[in-house]
């Protein structure tokens, strides 16, 4: 197993060393051709491709008594990724993933989840810095017809945050069913930017993932051990829902706010044309700088906001192309078709935002985390600290307000991540070298991609919500890893 593993995940590596990661074996690779004519007949069989982009509805809040009502129902649907078939799905007031949530620093939400499934599930704010109960973590069971509500004041920078199913044993199937939506954090500084900010015009989210389908076009959701210990992946790449969307932009800068929303596919984003972006934020924050990237990493979970420059393509199309390095297979995420108009921003602030010194000597003490696979091919458990997540041990106590240096390894042959919740964190080194810390990964974060072998080590500070009773996780976001024990649960005192 171990032996097949390494030698799997050696293959992944050269072929990103010969093609530095821009790789595409698809054919709609040129970027300075116009759009394809349409072909001469309707196909009616197949996956569906080339339709316009589905953005994500941004939901509108009732406001009561100051406080804004956002109501969300979580469904059965189905949903159209062939022709010939419906394909069954679960979606938030939509027929798979859900509305897109704004949020303002400062401001009172009650977020408030029924479940009309038939069983239960529960909904967790990834990257939200809340109280612990209101996290949606395992513990916050929505039970079959029952209404959550997730009340809490908007507490943290700007930033592309989400929500999504989070059952023990379960989150990897209700994700991977749709059950998935944005939230975007706003505050004073974001809102004073010069960026691209209009929603749906040249601020798109762009939720990507890797599905199975079987014959009859449904999800197939089945994974071997193997795969629950390789994590499972698929050769069809969704965008939003969708089979390579096309969106139509104005020429300047277009802001895409990329999320993995994947189980278990390593991404990475680049234009087919290899033309240089900007990634302008992070997982929790803004960039103090825009970065200049050719190709951007993603893991499960994980999101980055980049900035394109449009300007000189009016009348053309640019690929976005999305290459997952495991298995090593690379499909067009979006062709965006360019138009005439002028878009509203054209060029980037140099200086987007401050964020707290990396100083590790502010930290009193060092936990220690390392990731391991247990158990055999018949029954894979995966651990923490030797440790496989058990929802009645609380694996770490952490004093409110205490500087830490958090230091996970990777002692397996396959990469893994790490996620925290309650609140952001910042990456110190990486195999104990701060230089292997890329630029863009300097903002705030809270999943960090750690490859075979590999150790990383960031310094967080739990503030704000101390209770002895509310549980937050941290925890492998690759799903199938986390479902077969590879989280933990600790409490903030
Ligand atoms: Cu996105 Cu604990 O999860
Ligand atoms: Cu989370
Ligand atoms: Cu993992």
Redesign the pocket.
Known sequence: MRRRDFLTYSAATSFLLLTGCGGSSNDNTNNTTPPPSPPPTTPSTGLITGEALAIPTLLDPTPVNGVKQFDLAIEEATHKFYYEFDTNTFGINATYLGPTLLLRQGEQVSINFTNNLAETTTM?????HLPAVM?G?PHQLIGVGETWQAQYTVNQKACTNWYHP?EMGKTAEHVYQGLAGLIIIEDEESQALDLPKTYGVDDIPLVVQDRVFDNAGQFSYTPTNQQIMQGYRGENFITNGQVAPVFNAKAGLLRLRLLNGSNAGVYHFSFADNRQFQQIATDNSLLEQPVTLTSVRLSP?ERAEIVVDLANDASNSVVLNVLESIDQRSATALTITVNNETAPVTSLPTSLTTLAAVDPSQASNTRTFTLEGMGNMGNPVLTINNQAMDMTVINETVPLDQTEIWEITNTMNMPHNF???ATHFQVIDRNGSTAQVADNEKGYK??VFIPAGETVRFLVTMTDYADANGKY?YHC?FLEHEDAGMMGQFVVV
């Open positions: 967790h704010g990834h990257g939200m996290d973590g989070h979970g996620h925290i919740h809270d999943t996780m976001h």
